[in-house]
């Protein structure tokens, strides 16, 4: 689409509002809107942001970050190509947007944009990305006293929770056709009132883009039912928590070949892709503050939880961070990918796709060996088996992970200064802000944000 045909679909959609919308380094949607009636010209020049927003967290509290303060402004440039009608919102539209510098270029602490720099890098590898992200997410029901309870407490993939739901999912799974967002499948899961609902795979841009409208699709319909949708990843810490695995797939630049299978290996995968693992594996202490980014997140990332708690990978492993997922009948070639099991739905997707590929590609500019997959559950290898096999346990908080992340060179590199300084600075504060409250204060102030 150009902006023509976006404004030309507004208006014939009776469309009044168009809301132009970005994902912040406290992994919060947020957003401004531009009415119809100067939706051609915001479209071209965009509209005025403060550079403070990139310095707020999720408590809407801003922090000391240079050059993020009282002084400077961007603009939220939209991408016409990731224009829908909003299904859920009467009237409303909404498109991503970009920043961009008062000179017309990418600003450093834009996430959008870094995630455009990763797959420009491996284009020059002749490499494009597919992918996914493969969301839990759960629905509940306002009780009197101000709280909320699950809509069930069904049993995993029972048809009483598909009962329970069906009304509310019959509308999601609606609203995503209606913003040509394809849905692979759906299940109930193992937590009280607990859904799963994979969407395609397509590009590295679309698949990120696609996250934040199944953010916003499954919050909002969930809303027009009287329900709270909540995708944080532990909205209850005595039930399972909601990930959102990342799947992808490397091809040629044609987007006919896909570059990790081979027939020949045992798990038809092909070099590339190992070394693309290894990578990933490599990286994963600091890549987790990208993909399981927020305080929550670390409640989820336990031993035997089938959510990952240690470096390893392995074949339909679902207790190891990578999984080679089993290819389809119908389509083994074109169907073998990559599983990355700690990831949450409190992430920014720009930012955990784009660090996702800058560490597999490093893993394939070094040429690097995961060694042996792991064929159990890796919590039941012994301390020594784990340390011979070059298995760790993950940071176990977002303040480990943080730190991490500071010292790996390759993914500081990757997202810049600004954007990584800035990143840095909201995350920390809100460790502390929540390492201060109690668990109330933890789960109340994650499960209405995410």
Not at 143 to 150: F, L, V
Request: proline share 7%.
């Amino acid at each position: 689409m150009n902006a023509e045909q976006v404004v030309n679909a507004c208006h014939a959609a009776g469309v009044r509002l168009v809301r132009f919308l970005y994902c912040d380094n406290g992994c919060t949607i947020r957003g401004k809107l531009a009415p119809i009636d100067h939706l051609a010209s915001k479209m071209e020049s965009g509209i005025g942001l403060t550079v403070a927003m990139q310095a707020m967290n999720m408590l809407d509290q801003l922090q000391p970050v240079e050059g993020m303060g009282p002084v400077g402004e961007i603009r939220l440039v939209p991408d016409p190509e990731s224009f829908v009608i909003l299904p859920y919102a009467p009237h409303s539209a909404a498109m991503m947007a970009d920043m961009v510098t008062l000179d017309r270029r990418p600003w450093g602490a834009c996430p959008r944009s870094f995630l455009k720099r990763m797959i420009a890098q491996a284009a020059e590898q002749g490499i494009t990305v597919q992918a996914t992200f493969e969301n839990e997410f759960s629905l509940f029901r306002p009780t009197e006293d101000g709280g909320y309870e699950p809509i069930d407490t069904g049993l995993c993939f029972s048809s009483i929770s598909m009962a329970a739901g069906q009304d509310v999912i019959d509308d999601i799974v609606a609203a995503f056709a209606a913003q040509n967002i394809s849905v692979d499948a759906y299940y109930p899961e193992l937590g009280h009132g607990q859904h799963e609902m994979p969407i395609r795979h397509g590009p590295a841009l679309r698949a990120a883009d696609n996250q934040i409208w199944f953010r916003e699709t499954v919050r909002n319909v969930a809303r027009n039912h009287g329900l709270i949708a909540s995708l944080a990843p532990k909205p209850m810490p005595d039930q399972a928590g909601n990930g959102c695995h990342i799947h992808w797939s490397l091809w040629d630049l044609e987007g006919k070949r896909n570059l990790l299978y081979d027939p020949q290996d045992r798990y038809k995968l092909s070099p590339m892709g190992y070394q693309f693992i290894a990578g990933v594996l490599t990286h994963l202490p600091g890549l987790l503050a990208l993909t399981t980014p927020s305080y929550n997140s670390f409640r989820r990332l336990q031993p035997h939880f089938w959510s990952s708690a240690y470096t390893a990978w392995g074949p339909d492993n679902r207790e190891a961070s990578v999984r080679i997922a089993s290819s389809q009948w119908s389509d083994e070639e074109g169907s073998v990918n990559m599983e990355l099991k700690a990831s949450d739905p409190s992430n920014n997707p720009y930012l955990a796709l784009g660090g996702l590929i800058a560490a597999g590609l490093d893993g394939i500019a070094r040429q690097l060996d995961p060694g042996e997959p792991a064929l159990i559950d890796p919590g039941n290898f012994s301390e020594e088996e784990r340390l011979a096999r070059g298995i760790h346990r993950y940071p176990t908080s977002q303040a480990e992970a943080l730190d991490a992340l500071e010292r790996d060179e390759v993914l500081m590199a990757a997202l810049g200064p600004e954007l990584a300084r800035s990143y840095l600075t909201v995350k920390r504060s809100e460790y502390e802000a929540f390492a201060a409250q109690d668990v109330d204060f933890e789960i109340q102030h994650h499960i209405y944000k995410f």
